[in-house]
């Protein structure tokens, strides 16, 4: 039998492990917790970088894949990788026909460049000159697709694409040149992208220049533009045309703006006709 010394003791020992006992599950739920932001950090690192691999590709099927499996749908970010997919899309189109009409296989533009900085930002420097620039601060939903993000192309500050980018409603079908949808990207210097989906319907040779386009925009005041990709055209061909700003433009949702296409019925640079195609901003 314990003496009333023993027994003492031991009840000293025994208020001290039950003291304890909170310190412990404290310090296992802080591990716990920190586990698992360190899991989600990784996941979110994974999925943003497994997009931009796909872009850096500048294969359009590659980063139609990554689009659907890594950004929110009906997103800013879903638009914004609609439109690199386009634009990778138009430039192979491009690529099989040259100035006298001769057709050749479809080819890839080159791969771009991605740097991954160690604050988690990524830098571009692809073909498409549009995109290039440095992205950060990703926004991601429950299932770590992204939904929006910032970007800076230039000396400009960081802007999020989110209420930046919009999709455009275009009902244009003349002489065999259709257009029924596109994009809008205000641009982080202020300025205006605007991306076309173009398709030659029935009118034989068609191309266009990179100078002499304008933008009319919702308030009536014409904006210079230069226009790409660069290319021809033939009867059931599908591109992109696109026209840059260098001012600033009043493109806005639920309004109509004009793009003016210098356009030419020849790859050649003869036949020159420009076409107006108005568009309404989503």
Same mark, same amino acid.
């Given at each position: ?25 404290? %310090? ?6 920190? %586990?698992? &932001?360190?899991?989600?950090? %990784? ?7 497994? $997009?931009?691999? !796909?872009?850096? #590709? ?7 894949? !990554? ?17 690199? &997919? ?6 192979? =189109? ?25 604050? *988690? ?12 620039? /440095?992205?950060?601060?990703? &926004?991601?939903?429950? #299932? ?6 910032? &970007?800076? @192309? @230039? ?13 455009? /409603? ?5 002489? *065999? /040149?259709?257009?029924?949808? +596109? ?6 210097? *202020?300025?205006? $992208? ?9 009118? +034989? ?5 990179? !100078?002499? +386009?304008y933008i009319r925009d919702a308030s009536g005041v014409n904006h210079n533009t230069v226009t790409g990709p660069l290319g021809c055209t033939n009867t059931g061909g599908k591109t992109v045309i696109e026209a840059t700003t260098s001012t600033v433009a009043a493109i806005?949702?639920?309004? /109509?703006? @004009?793009?003016?296409?210098?356009? =030419? ?7 020159? *006709? ?9």
């Amino acid at each position: 039998m314990m003496d009333k010394y023993q027994r003492l003791d031991l009840k000293v020992r025994m208020s001290l492990i039950n003291r304890s006992k909170p310190v412990m599950v404290s %310090a296992l739920a802080i591990l716990f917790i920190f %586990a698992n &932001v360190q899991i989600s950090q %990784a996941a979110t690192s994974t999925n943003v970088d497994k $997009f931009f691999a !796909a872009v850096k #590709s500048a294969k359009p099927v590659d980063i139609e894949a !990554a689009r659907k499996k890594y950004v929110v749908p009906n997103s800013s970010a879903d638009i914004y990788a609609q439109m690199i &997919v386009k634009h990778f899309t138009g430039t192979e =189109y491009l690529k099989t026909l040259d100035r006298v009409g001769n057709v050749s296989p479809s080819a890839h533009d080159a791969p771009g460049k991605i740097t991954k900085s160690k604050d *988690g930002s990524f830098k571009l420097d692809s073909t498409f000159n549009t995109i290039d620039g /440095t992205y950060k601060d990703f &926004v991601l939903n429950k #299932s770590k697709k992204i939904s929006s993000f910032k &970007v800076k @192309t @230039t000396n400009n500050s960081f802007v999020s694409i989110k209420d930046n980018i919009q999709l455009l /409603t275009i009902n244009y079908n003349n002489g *065999g /040149t259709e257009f029924k949808t +596109g994009i809008h990207w205000k641009l982080p210097t *202020g300025y205006s $992208f605007v991306q076309l989906d173009f398709v030659n319907n029935f009118g +034989g040779f068609k191309s266009w220049t990179y !100078a002499r +386009g304008y933008i009319r925009d919702a308030s009536g005041v014409n904006h210079n533009t230069v226009t790409g990709p660069l290319g021809c055209t033939n009867t059931g061909g599908k591109t992109v045309i696109e026209a840059t700003t260098s001012t600033v433009a009043a493109i806005v949702k639920n309004t /109509t703006s @004009t793009v003016i296409i210098p356009m =030419y019925a020849s790859c050649t640079g003869d036949n020159y *006709g420009e076409i107006s195609v108005p568009f309404l901003v989503q």
